[in-house]
């Protein structure tokens, strides 16, 4: 079984500060990370994904996780962040060898970017 | 076409009403899910169909009737449910039903239940 927990449930930044948001995983198989952000009254959309490969892992709008197995952590980092940023985060993970496609999440942390 | 859509954005019954929620997507993705998110909190996983066939059902009450008509669409069919029922309702897909593979998330149905 897998778990994920998310060490902070709200992180207030101003705006062009750098931000880390945490995750920490537990599990007994290797795992596929994810990084999901969900918008005020929207669904939830893939930041990014670490599948296999390079451990640091980067989105289109300056985000970037890095897959510290040792630590069992996928910790995401942006240098400068904008008001837009302002969102719920989610980090999930999902077994490789379930096939269930079941994305274990974890509780969530609010980033409160201010200006 | 690379999102999912679902109808409606809003609803509100009352607890002995029947109504539906719809979840369509043309991405060619054969795995289909159905998730239930309070404020707040993580999106919970109800269901999942694959290649249209019910593959994971999370315990969910029978008042909760997931069905998958075709390889587009997905519906979840309501009745007799209860205020604490209240939520943001999800549908996602994927390529497949794998871990690695990325979930595509709809905007959601607010359900309200008087």
């Known amino acids: 079984a897998q778990s994920v927990t998310q060490l902070d449930s709200q992180v207030p930044v101003f705006e062009e500060a750098p931000v880390e948001l945490r995750c920490n995983y537990s599990?007994?198989?290797?795992?596929?990370l994810f990084w999901y952000v969900q918008y005020p009254n929207q669904g939830l959309q893939l930041l990014l994904k670490?599948?296999?490969?390079?451990?640091l892992v980067e989105s289109i709008n300056g985000f970037e996780a890095e897959f510290n197995k040792s630590q069992t952590s996928f910790h995401l980092r942006k240098p400068s962040v904008h008001i837009s940023d302002t969102a719920e985060y989610f980090c999930?993970?999902?077994?490789?060898?379930?096939?269930?496609?079941?994305?274990?999440f974890g509780q969530g942390t609010t980033l409160q970017v201010k200006p | 076409d690379t999102e999912v859509t679902q109808t409606p954005k809003h609803l509100v019954m009352g607890m002995t009403n029947k109504k539906s929620l719809k979840c369509e997507q043309h991405?060619?993705?054969?795995?289909m899910y159905w998730y239930k998110q309070k404020a707040k909190k993580p999106p919970e996983l109800m269901f999942v169909?694959?290649?249209?066939?019910?593959?994971i059902n999370e315990s969910v009450p029978s008042r909760f009737s997931p069905e998958c008509p075709n390889s587009s669409l997905l519906n979840l069919h309501l009745h007799a449910l209860q205020p604490e029922d209240s939520a943001l309702y999800l549908c996602?897909?994927?390529?497949?039903?794998?871990?690695?593979?990325?979930?595509?998330f709809g905007p959601g149905t607010r359900l309200t239940v008087l």
């Open positions: 996602a897909s994927s390529v497949r039903q794998a871990g690695w593979n990325e979930q595509f």
């Open positions: 599990s007994s198989v290797s795992v596929y």
């Open positions: 670490y599948l296999s490969g390079s451990t």
């Open positions: 999930a993970v999902s077994g490789h060898s379930s096939n269930t496609g079941k994305l274990i």
């Open positions: 991405m060619g993705h054969r795995a």
């Open positions: 169909y694959s290649y249209e066939k019910l593959s």
